[in-house]
């Protein structure tokens, strides 16, 4: 894939995650991966508006290889989660549920409500607290998403990885959904966790029927 069209892609999904409610101002990046070097948005750049010229070509090794605008802060996390995982797509974002879900005190995860949660890894971590852009957050995110496809973040937001730039953007979306729920059920008591059986056989059923795959009608 040439890196324009890799730069037009991740501005197409700032843009959509924007519209989504999920990326606000300035705060929050994207990125997606191809070959030996990623495309991520610039610092500082208002994320509704992103263009490919908004996006910048570095590295694996965090070298800009081409764009006028500086890649975001927050690119030693993108870097470390795509050397620890097999992601090709990242999404961080300071998603307003995800965010207040992970500013509650002494929740160490997010547990399973709903059977749609199990496709992103069951319980989601919520990480420790680490200041924003520094080694101590990439270490922390990364090794937090290696078997989950998503993680909150103490008091800062939430992380979303993909196989591409659509799959780690419908994984933010339903992070952003699940966090909601969360906050809706809590409001009104105690939510009833999936079980441990609960689970192993939601998993079994989706393997069965597919689960999420279009399938043609038979006659």
């Known amino acids: 894939m040439s890196t324009s069209s890799l730069r037009e892609q991740v501005a197409e999904a700032a843009r959509r995650l924007a519209a989504e409610g999920l990326l606000i101002g300035t705060a929050g990046n994207v990125s997606a991966r191809a070959d030996d070097h ?93 200041t924003f852009g520094s080694p101590e957050l990439a270490e922390l995110v990364a090794a937090a998403v290696v078997d989950t496809q998503v993680a909150l973040m103490a008091n800062h937001g939430s992380v979303a990885r993909g196989s591409n730039l659509a799959h780690a953007v419908e994984n933010a979306l339903l992070l952003e959904w699940l966090a909601a729920l969360f906050h809706r059920t809590s409001s009104m008591g105690r939510p009833r966790e999936l079980t441990a059986d609960e689970q192993q056989s939601t998993v079994a059923q989706a393997i069965r029927l597919d689960y999420g795959t279009p399938e043609e009608n038979r006659p």
């Open 38 to 130: 990623l495309a991520i948005t610039g610092t500082g750049i208002v994320l509704a508006n992103c263009s490919a010229a908004d996006v910048t070509v570095v590295s694996l090794a965090g070298d800009v290889v081409d764009g006028a605008i500086a890649p975001s802060s927050e690119l030693d996390l993108h870097l470390r989660v795509y050397e620890m995982t097999s992601a090709q797509a990242i999404v961080h974002t300071h998603a307003p549920f995800g965010t207040a879900v992970a500013c509650v005190s002494g929740l160490t995860s997010l547990p399973v409500l709903h059977y749609q949660q199990l496709g992103l890894g069951g319980a989601i971590p919520i990480t420790p607290y680490a």
